[in-house]
């Protein structure tokens, strides 16, 4: 299982970190990723890091603003989230997945998912 927190209301231009810790079996074989959906979107694609930590690959719209990395001792994933602006406010959901690195964007091709936690961003 995969348990996400971190959220919280930021007002814009500040950091949260979110974590990922999973339990009940380990995730270190698995790319790990963040995902975040709105009311008005799907649920889309943030950051993905890979099998042994050696590759990240990070959205557009949060390049170079937020980082994701992990702790394989802690069985934790985090998502360093910095100079947040509004539209970065969502439910934001960490996932495993034994895909293909070249489908780390997709949805689809992960098997487990956190409960997800809220990000608000706003004055």
């Known amino acids: 299982q995969l348990q996400a927190s971190g959220g919280g209301l930021v007002q814009p231009g500040g950091s949260l970190r979110l974590s990922c810790v999973s339990s009940?079996?380990?995730?270190?074989?698995?790319?790990m990723s963040w995902f975040r959906q709105t009311p008005e979107k799907e649920r889309e694609f943030v950051a993905a890091?890979?099998?042994?930590?050696?590759?990240?690959y990070y959205a557009d719209d949060v390049k170079g603003r937020f980082t994701i990395s992990r702790d394989n001792a802690k069985n934790t994933v985090y998502l360093q989230m910095n100079s947040l602006k509004p539209e970065d406010t969502a439910v934001y959901y960490c996932?495993?997945?034994?895909?293909?690195?070249?489908?780390?964007?997709?949805?689809?091709?992960?098997?487990?998912w956190g409960q997800g936690t809220l990000v608000t961003v706003s004055s």
């Open positions: 890091l890979s099998r042994n930590g050696g590759s990240t």
């Open positions: 996932a495993a997945s034994r895909t293909i690195w070249g489908q780390k964007t997709n949805s689809d091709a992960y098997n487990y």
């Open positions: 009940g079996r380990t995730y270190n074989n698995y790319i």
